[in-house]
């Protein structure tokens, strides 16, 4: 941020964001009566419901995760904590558990958002180009009712990536989980952290950096694993471009690397090696879809993020290229033989996004060489972009209200059952 101008225009359109994103809980919470009540989640209520149990787990003074909605024995573990802090914060500052969810779906909503503003600075020297990349990676979804158009009978097999699959959205992250806004405002930063280290080589930074990871390690053990591979990819393509192979460079990545072995060997001993946790892990299947979802489900980024990242190596650009090894590695481990591949799209939407419209931008320069006129329109041609690519949030965003607004059952209490 280079001004209060700048922090003002980003304040006002991240706050339209998290208003926009809210929607669905206002409706759902003006549709209740004095019988029927809101649950707090219109979206993946079972997994609101695990996360609110982890609240109050924590409000009560517990430290360690256990699975409360099982009778079975084990042992609790300190694994995946944000929401068991999150309800030490409740109790700290006086609020149920459930405001205090919300209330943090808006505080690391905004950092989220934040965090991504700051590496479009980083990376865009130009302003507009900056500004249209945060609004592209915050808002921009899918092609999913096209989809849903031209193949009628998709619901019966499943429905597009952009109405579910929550973790590779920004605005469908920020707006159902503020551990996934958390994480992406650590992912965001360290990356903004790392390519200014290969420019500045401060060891601050890699401090930061190596404290970031370890912060997501607890709240996300696997997320920081593209990005491990995107800052090693950048490192290798800067020995290249320059011909010169930088020793402090590599002893960076060795320390970073070392640095997360410990939490890493500790969360795969527990989800891997105990009785208990091991079939919580063999059970928590989130396979990715086959690849024709997520052709439709990214359809608005694609044409545009291959040629930037094709746009990135012929111009020795370490930038877009490490963006480009985020995506791949991104990819890469959506289909190895894991249980959780999709886990590693959390936040794929920010490198789609960013070389979208570094290949976009690419392409306006060039054709205006033949159509000066066209850069007069090229603010215009930035607002439909975004516009066209974030319908499915926009549709889902004021469908889910009108949903809403019928008082589903899996959304709504009875009031006589509602804990105090």
């Not at 950092?111 to 302003?127: T, W």
């Not at 930088?246 to 060795?254: D, N």
């Not at 001993?269 to 105990?274: A, F, G, Q, T, V």
Request: aromatic residues 16%; charged residues 10%.
């Amino acid at each position: 941020m280079t001004s209060i101008k700048d922090f003002l225009w980003f304040s006002i359109i991240a706050i339209g964001i998290l208003a926009f994103s809210s929607i669905p809980y206002w409706a759902a919470h003006s549709a209740e009566t004095d019988d029927l009540l809101f649950r707090g989640a219109y979206f993946d209520e079972m997994d609101y419901a695990v996360h609110i149990s982890m609240m109050q787990a924590g409000r009560m003074g517990d430290w360690a995760y256990e699975m409360r909605f099982t009778s079975e024995k084990h042992q609790p573990v300190f694994l995946r904590m944000f929401y068991i802090i999150l309800g030490h914060i409740s109790k700290w500052v006086n609020l149920n558990v459930e405001t205090t969810y919300h209330a943090a779906r808006w505080i690391f909503g905004f950092m989220a958002l934040f965090s991504i503003y700051q590496l479009c600075l980083n990376v865009f020297p130009k302003r507009i180009l900056a500004r249209t990349a945060f609004l592209l990676c915050s808002i921009g979804g899918g092609a999913g009712l096209a989809q849903l158009l031209f193949n009628s009978n998709l619901l019966n097999a499943g429905s597009p990536i952009d109405f579910w699959l929550i973790d590779a959205y920004i605005f469908f992250s920020i707006s159902v989980f503020p551990s996934f806004s958390f994480t992406l405002a650590l992912m965001a930063t360290a990356l903004n952290l790392y390519l200014n280290y290969l420019v500045e080589g401060k060891w601050i930074m890699l401090f930061l950096i190596i404290m970031l990871a370890i912060i997501s390690q607890i709240i996300n053990p696997i997320a920081f694993a593209v990005l491990d591979i995107a800052c090693a990819g950048a490192t290798v393509f800067l020995w290249w471009k320059n011909r010169e192979f930088q020793k402090k460079q590599l002893v960076a990545l060795v320390i970073m690397a070392l640095a997360q072995i410990p939490l890493l060997v500790h969360n795969f001993l527990i989800l891997n090696r105990d009785p208990f946790w091991s079939q919580f892990t063999l059970q928590n299947q989130t396979l990715s879809p086959h690849p024709v979802y997520y052709a439709w489900g990214f359809a608005p980024f694609w044409l545009l993020a291959i040629y930037g990242m094709i746009l990135a190596i012929r111009e020795n650009n370490v930038n877009m290229t490490a963006l480009s090894i985020w995506i791949i590695s991104g990819f890469m481990f959506a289909y190895l033989p894991l249980p959780i591949q999709r886990r590693f799209l959390l936040g794929i939407t920010i490198p789609l996004g960013l070389l979208a419209i570094y290949a976009l931008n690419h392409f306006l320069t060039e054709l205006s060489t033949k159509l000066p006129a066209l850069l007069k329109r090229e603010q215009l041609i930035y607002f439909f972009y975004i516009l066209i690519s974030s319908i499915s949030f926009i549709s889902l965003s004021l469908g889910s209200s009108l949903y809403m607004l019928s008082r589903p059952v899996d959304n709504f209490i009875r009031a006589t059952l509602r804990m105090p």
